[in-house]
Nanobody, 125 residues
Framework: VQLQASGGGLVQAGDSLRLSCAAS????????MGWFRQGPGKEREFVAR???????GYADSVKGRFTVTRDNAKSTLYLQMNSLKPEDTAVYYC????????????????????WGQGTLVTVSS
């Protein structure tokens, strides 16, 4: 399994970014995928997830600003981030959920078994 996240960068508050996560080595279209982030001195936290049926879920802190999508034909996961805030500054990781992970547990990093290397997003005020 390989996950290659990209699209991070330095932006100003209010700007937008789109992160991508190119997946390979597994049947992408059959897995729930997630985005997590880890800010400076913070624990890794859930951002968003998308199930194989395109059902989505978001952290309250990003709901209404971030959108998670997937392109199964390209085996690629996306995170569109709008109205970025300084508190969104973090390394963003994509991850593959474990088979059988229940929906209520999809905000828990331990429900994910493979992780990308992360892409850094820095939002200046």
């Amino acid at each position: 399994v390989q996950l290659q996240a990209s699209g991070g960068g330095l932006v100003q508050a209010g700007d937008s970014l789109r992160l991508s996560c190119a997946a390979s080595g597994f049947h992408f279209n059959t897995y729930t995928m997630g985005w997590f982030r880890q800010g400076p001195g913070k624990e890794r936290e859930f951002v968003a997830r998308i199930k194989r049926d395109y059902n989505t879920g978001y952290a309250d802190s990003v709901k209404g600003r971030f959108t998670v999508t997937r392109d199964n034909a390209k085996s690629t996961l996306y995170l569109q981030m709008n109205s970025l805030k300084p508190e969104d500054t973090a390394v963003y990781y994509c991850a593959v959920a474990r088979r059988g992970a229940i929906q209520s547990a999809l905000r828990d990093p331990t429900s994910y078994e493979n992780w990308g290397q992360g892409t850094l997003v820095t939002v200046s005020s």
